[in-house]
Structure formats: structure tokens, C-alpha cells
């Protein structure tokens, strides 16, 4: 894994025309965000409420997740639970078949990748299309989201042309946006007309009103919510709150922090399904409801931060590491910094542990998550976890970065710097053997000339100098 | 705070071993403030690195070393705003339901990055004019965002006569050092070193100070590697040199 993981980093950082393609766009992200938030004040006061909103309803998740229920399936709603991605896959194809239909539509929807769903129903001979542009593409390329949010960022218009051109021979070939998109426009127009099925996302789930929120800019997540006739929604658990007069303040901090938007041009607010005399929405609306990990996540105090998260993708968009590496290197559905907390957590640390070391820890996440999450400080713990220093936690997969090479490296270190006199001997060995530094991190002196020990250190020098401790 | 009449002068490992003249200039400037500075021979490391690649029980063991060199009642003052970082904001949460909690949390408490000191505690005003100098300013990640003193080592450099701050492309953007990212991720690290030193290197100045000597080698190797490039100090030692001569 180790391996593959070195391999994935070289061949990201080789890709100078994606790097250049989202270095671009995400700068740009970060500006808008930027220019969203113009007044600092008002900026934390947000992130103070949008903290407390998500960190009491994670705290009484249980009560929430049972009012959800119960005023969903008031309004018509059909929940589901689903404790694992399997379990979620069939009750989702078991409603398709159900209404007999060949064809989803879906919105954009990461817990669908999470799910696996596209695979999933497609290996039942389901017809599954992406409807929100961003990712038409990238189901087109056969490739994976690159961003939480802006699911094709890392092509530039010609990569998107080439590949209409490649799909579509017909048409001619063109680079302009408008054309491009119009495009994509028509084959969707035909793809919703047939439609029996949409499945969506939710961005939030308000548990005293049973209303599903869903925000977008295109409107296709509408025409997935209203013209078929079974709307599924599937979302985590960790997205319920308590009540409706929360919903502004989130979704102001959703939208400005992921793309600088005051609002975004549709919020769907998804109440029930069609009531007789109603001329149009779904006569189905079906809500699964994931857990996959969330409730073992949640059950941990620090850790159960993760799951505040309100996928705004703005820590993707400011991580030193992710603007060079992308998305698809990280090899996880969710990626960036709010992968490095999440997926190791989900899939355990043997599988995503990597993850947790692909960070300088910067800080650069935390000092803009709009609902604060200490993402530097759960990477140090899932670090401890991996090595098998932490609590008798959870986290599946602890203590499966435990290496002896690197144990006694440490236990040595310490050994060495618990005591002034070991220490003192360390640095008398050191400036010897000097020449021995640049092989023992021979990694650091590829990219960099190795430092020069100094021939007097300090605690001689500042001896010498008169400083003492008297 | 008031100014207080001594304070304890925690070098850090890698400017005792690497970058001592560093060490040596800002206790020399804490001595000319007036201040009587004591340096324990018995401090060693923060415990930093250990404590950042999940080893937990190896970095309290030495970081209790640092508790016990360190037992008086009067400030720390630390050039690096990451070791800083490490006493103030992770101490407490190291040590927490140890017997050293109290101690942890009280270190915590009374321990200074040292442009924060000179400019937030001592208000500093270096008679310190010099030759017109551009210099660029790398604020480390801990200083700028962990513990926010970043804007205390930009209003020590205003305060010197002749100095000009030039603002690199991206300034806030980590320098790719990370401590053992470096050597874990080398690859990463590289990438942001790289994309650093060019924007540094673009801004023209003939010299490159910070708060944090671990992005000092960081850059400061990256740039020789390539062969060009500003000189590359610690911050103390550029005001010191300004400080000095003037007598
Ligand atoms: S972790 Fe914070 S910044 Fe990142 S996607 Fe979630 S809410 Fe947004």
C-alpha cells in the first residue's frame, strides 16, 4: 500500500498540465471564499454558530436522527437505514426494480461514491446517469470525482472538448463553454424525459420538520427531485439537525465557503412527496439513511468532530497538499484534508492510512472549516492510533502503522533526549560523525543540500557567552 | 505583562545543533533589553517530532525533561513559534490527566515566541539603522496560524530603519517543511518547497528571514541545492546584526 501510494504522489506531481489546471481553479475558490467573507467578525461569529448547530445535533444524534424519521414518514417519506454501503446498494436497487426502472438520474451525491452505487446498479444491467455537469464529465472519462464539489476542476475546457468529441463523434468538435454545455444540456434533457427514478444527495436533513435540503447551481438536482416519479435521497446520518431556523446559517457558510456564493441558485427544500391535487413533484421520495462507521466515529468525543463536517470542500480547496497532489492520488472517495480525517476512519487505518501522513500540518484546513474542526490535531490522533499510542479507541485498523524499524527509531530518539547528559552526547556524536546526517535522511537531500552541523552548539556557545541558568 | 526582569531562553534542538548563532543573537537582544536570561543546560527538544508522528509516550518522556528544566515562574522565551506551538497549545493536551497536568498547564501559560516578546512584552524599538536592505518575511505556519504572531515578527522588522517587507505570490501557503513530512512525504515536500523558494526568489531580495529555523533549512537547502537564491537567517540574527552596528 505504502508502495502504491509513493507511486500515486510521483505521477501526480509529474502532471504538470493538471497541476496547472487546478492550481488555477482553486485559486480562485479561495478568493471568491475570500471576497465572501469581507468582514472577519461576522466570518467567526458564523463559524461559532455553524460549530454549535452541528456539534449539539451530533451530540444528541440519536433523538434527532428518530424526530427525522417520524416527521419524514409523516410527510410521506420513506426512510431506510442502512448500516453498511451493501446494505444501502440493495435497498436502493430494490426500489428500482420495485418501479421497473432501467435508468437512475442522479444528482451530485458523494455518498453515492461512497456507496459505490454507480457500479453497483450497473453490474444489474441499470442504466446510471450523472446529471450535474461536473460530474457528466467524469462519468464520461470513466474517472472518479476529483473535488468533493467541483467533480471535473482538474480539466481545462480542451480536455473537456477532446473528450465530448471522443463520446459523442457525431457533433461537432467545439471548445466553447456555452456549445459544450449545451451539449450536455440536450443528452440530459432526454435522459430526464425518460426518467422513472432521480436519486439526489442532501445537504442537510432537518429532523423537527422532515425536510431534506438540497443546494445546487444547475437545476439539474431539481429535475431529480421533481419530474421522475420516485425521488431517492441518500445521505450520512451525521447530516440531521434540529430545526429549520438553523438551516440559513448553515447553508450561508455551505455556499460561501465552497464557491463564494451568497446563495446558491437553487435550494431545494424537499418536503414530501406529490399530495393529491398537486400537479407536479415525485409520488415516491424515498430517504436512506448511511451509517457506514459514522456511529462508532460519533461515539468518540474528539474524534466524533469529523462528522461536523458539512462538505463545503473549502479545506480541499486552501491544503498545501492537495492544490499539488489533486484528487485521485489520494486513491479515497473523499480526499484532502477532510479525507485524511474521514476515510482512515471509515475504512480503517490499515487501508487509508496514508492519508494521515500526506500532511505538513499546516493548519491552512483549520483556520477556514466553517464549523471548525480541529483537523490538524485528529490527524495527530489518528497518527497515535496508528502507531497504537492512542486510547483503547475505535478506529478500526489501530496500530496497523506500527513498524519496528520506526519504534526503535523513536524509543531511541527519546532515550536520547530525556536525559541533558544523553543528549550532550548526542550532539558530541553528531558533530563527529556529521557526515553520516545526509544518509540518514537521505530522502530530505534530494530536493534540498543537507545542513551543516554547527562545530559549537548552543549550550556551549551561550556557556561560553555567560548566559547560565543561576 | 509587564516586562519581567528574567526570562528562560529555550534554544530548541535544531538551532542548538544546527543554527546557534541564531540562538546566540536573540538572547544577546533579550540581554540588551535588559533582561537577565537564563539558559538551562538541561532543556533538549520539545518533543515535537515524536509527538507529531503519533509516538505520544516517547514525546512526553521528554518533553517532561523540558518541564523539569524549566521550573520557575518566569517566562520562556522560544525562537521558534512551532516549539512554541508545541509547549503552549500541546502540552497541556500531552499531559493531560498525568501527574505533570498542572505543570504542563502552567508552562504553558507563561511560555513566548520570541518576535512576540520583543514586540507584544518588551515593545521594542531597535535604535537600529543600517544600509537600505528588501528582505522577505516567511511567517511559519505556527506562527501565523497556531499561535497568530506572525503580525509581531512583521512590526519588528518595520521597526528597523532602511528595512523594506517584500510579500511573496502565495505567502501564507506552507513552506512544505512539516517536520517529519519532510522525510515521510519527501516528494510533497519538495513540490512545496519548490513552488516557495520561487516565489521568494521572485520578489528579488537578497535576503530571506523567519521565525522558525526547520522552513529556514528547508528552504535555505532547497535554495543551495539549486545554486541561487537569497541568504537565508533567522530573524534575531538580522536584527542583532542591525542592533550591533549601531553602537
Ligand atoms: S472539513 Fe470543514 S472545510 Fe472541509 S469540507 Fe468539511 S466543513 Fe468544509
Redesign the interface.
Known amino acids: 500500500m505504502a508502495a502504491e501510494w509513493?507511486t500515486r504522489?510521483?505521477d501526480a506531481?509529474a502532471n504538470q498540465r493538471t497541476r496547472a489546471n487546478i492550481g488555477r481553479a482553486l485559486d480562485g475558490l479561495v478568493a471568491k471564499r475570500r471576497a465572501a467573507f469581507p468582514d472577519r467578525d461576522e466570518l467567526e461569529r458564523l463559524r461559532d454558530q455553524g460549530q454549535a448547530i452541528r456539534t449539539q445535533a451530533l451530540a444528541c444524534l440519536p433523538d434527532l436522527l428518530a424526530a427525522l424519521e417520524r416527521n419524514c414518514t409523516a410527510n410521506g417519506i420513506r426512510v431506510h437505514w442502512a448500516e453498511t454501503c451493501d446494505q444501502a446498494n440493495r435497498r436502493i436497487s430494490d426500489i428500482l426494480h420495485r418501479h421497473e426502472a432501467r435508468m437512475l438520474i442522479k444528482g451530485k451525491s458523494m455518498v453515492s461514491e461512497e456507496l459505490g452505487l454507480n457500479a453497483f446498479l450497473e453490474a444489474q444491467g441499470i442504466e446510471v446517469v450523472e446529471t450535474d455537469l461536473g460530474e457528466l464529465i467524469v462519468q464520461l472519462a470513466e474517472e472518479r470525482p476529483f473535488h468533493i464539489l467541483a467533480p471535473a476542476i482538474h480539466k481545462d475546457r480542451r480536455q473537456i472538448a477532446e473528450l465530448f468529441k471522443a463520446r459523442f463523434p457525431e457533433l461537432p468538435y467545439s471548445e466553447d463553454a456555452e456549445a459544450l454545455t449545451a451539449t450536455a444540456r440536450r443528452l440530459l434533457r432526454e435522459k430526464f424525459r425518460g426518467a422513472v427514478a432521480g436519486l439526489t444527495g442532501v445537504n442537510f436533513a432537518v429532523a423537527e420538520t422532515g425536510t431534506l435540503a438540497l443546494v445546487e447551481n444547475e437545476g439539474n438536482g431539481r429535475m431529480c427531485t421533481t419530474v421522475p416519479k420516485v425521488h431517492i435521497a441518500v445521505t450520512g446520518i451525521e447530516k440531521v439537525i434540529a430545526r429549520l431556523d438553523q438551516l440559513p446559517t448553515l447553508l450561508t457558510l455551505l455556499t460561501r465557503s465552497a464557491t463564494g456564493q451568497p446563495i446558491t441558485t437553487y435550494v431545494n427544500l424537499v418536503g414530501a412527496p406529490r399530495r393529491t391535487g398537486e400537479l407536479d413533484g415525485p409520488q415516491e421520495v424515498h430517504l436512506i439513511l448511511l451509517d457506514n462507521g459514522r456511529s462508532r466515529i460519533c461515539a468518540d468525543p474528539e474524534l466524533r468532530t469529523t462528522l461536523r463536517c458539512i462538505r463545503c470542500g473549502a479545506c480541499l480547496n486552501h491544503c498545501?497538499?492537495y492544490v499539488?497532489?489533486g484528487g485521485h492520488a489520494y486513491g479515497t472517495v473523499y480526499p484532502g484534508p477532510i479525507g485524511g480525517i474521514l476515510e482512515p476512519q471509515l475504512q480503517g487505518l490499515a487501508a487509508a492510512g496514508s492519508l494521515v501522513?500526506?500532511?505538513?500540518?499546516?493548519?491552512?484546513c483549520?483556520?477556514i472549516c466553517p464549523v471548525r474542526i480541529p483537523i490538524p490535531r485528529l490527524l495527530?490522533r489518528?497518527?497515535?492510533?496508528?502507531?497504537g499510542?492512542?486510547s483503547d479507541s475505535q478506529v478500526p485498523g489501530r496500530g496497523s502503522?506500527r513498524d519496528p524499524r520506526?519504534?526503535a527509531i523513536?524509543?531511541l530518539?527519546?532515550w536520547l533526549?530525556?536525559?541533558?547528559g544523553r543528549?550532550r552526547l548526542l550532539?558530541s556524536l553528531?558533530s563527529r560523525t556529521g557526515t553520516l546526517i545526509p544518509r540518514l535522511?537521505r530522502?530530505?537531500?534530494?530536493?534540498?543540500?543537507?545542513?551543516?552541523?554547527?562545530p559549537?552548539?548552543?549550550?556551549r556557545?551561550?556557556?561560553e557567552?555567560g548566559?547560565?541558568?543561576? | 505583562m509587564r516586562k519581567p526582569d528574567a526570562v528562560y531562553f529555550f534554544g530548541t534542538c535544531l538551532i542548538d545543533l544546527l543554527y546557534p548563532q541564531a540562538g546566540l543573537s536573540a538572547m544577546r537582544l533579550l540581554a540588551r533589553a535588559g533582561i537577565r536570561v537564563r539558559y538551562p543546560q538541561g532543556q533538549t527538544c520539545c518533543g515535537q517530532p515524536a509527538y507529531n508522528s503519533g509516538y505520544r509516550d516517547q514525546a512526553r518522556v521528554v518533553a517532561a525533561a523540558q518541564l523539569d528544566a524549566l521550573p520557575a515562574d518566569i517566562p520562556v522565551v522560544v525562537p521558534s513559534a512551532s516549539c512554541a506551538g508545541m509547549f503552549r497549545v500541546h502540552y497541556p493536551r500531552l499531559f493531560a490527566g498525568t501527574p505533570d497536568e498542572a505543570r504542563a498547564q502552567a508552562l504553558a501559560g507563561r511560555v513566548y515566541e520570541f518576535t512576540e516578546f520583543l514586540v507584544r512584552v518588551l515593545d521594542l524599538r531597535p535604535v537600529a539603522p543600517g544600509p537600505p536592505l528588501a528582505v522577505v518575511l516567511h511567517n511559519s505556519c505556527s506562527a501565523h496560524r497556531e499561535l497568530g504572531v506572525a503580525d509581531a515578527a512583521r512590526e519588528l522588522l518595520d521597526r528597523l530603519a532602511n528595512v523594506r517587507v517584500l510579500e511573496p505570490d502565495h505567502a501564507d501557503e506552507c513552506c512544505g517543511f512539516g517536520g517529519t513530512f519532510a522525510v515521510k512525504e519527501p516528494q510533497l515536500s519538495a513540490a512545496m518547497a519548490a513552488d516557495k523558494t520561487a516565489a521568494v526568489a521572485a520578489t528579488g531580495a537578497p535576503l530571506l528571514v523567519g521565525q522558525d529555523c526547520g522552513c529556514l533549512m528547508n528552504l535555505e537547502g532547497t535554495f543551495r541545492r539549486r545554486g541561487s537564491g537569497p541568504q537565508v537567517k533567522h530573524i534575531a540574527e538580522l536584527v542583532w546584526e542591525r542592533v550591533v552596528v549601531n553602537i
Open positions: 509513493r504522489v510521483a506531481l498545501p497538499v499539488r497532489l501522513d500526506a500532511s505538513s500540518l499546516c493548519g491552512a483549520d483556520e495527530n489518528l497518527r497515535a492510533e496508528g502507531v499510542a492512542g502503522r520506526q519504534t523513536w524509543r530518539w527519546a533526549h530525556a536525559d541533558p543528549y550532539s553528531l535522511i530522502p530530505w537531500t534530494k530536493s534540498r543540500r543537507p545542513p551543516r552541523l554547527a559549537k552548539g548552543l549550550h556557545l551561550a556557556r557567552a548566559f547560565t541558568d543561576d
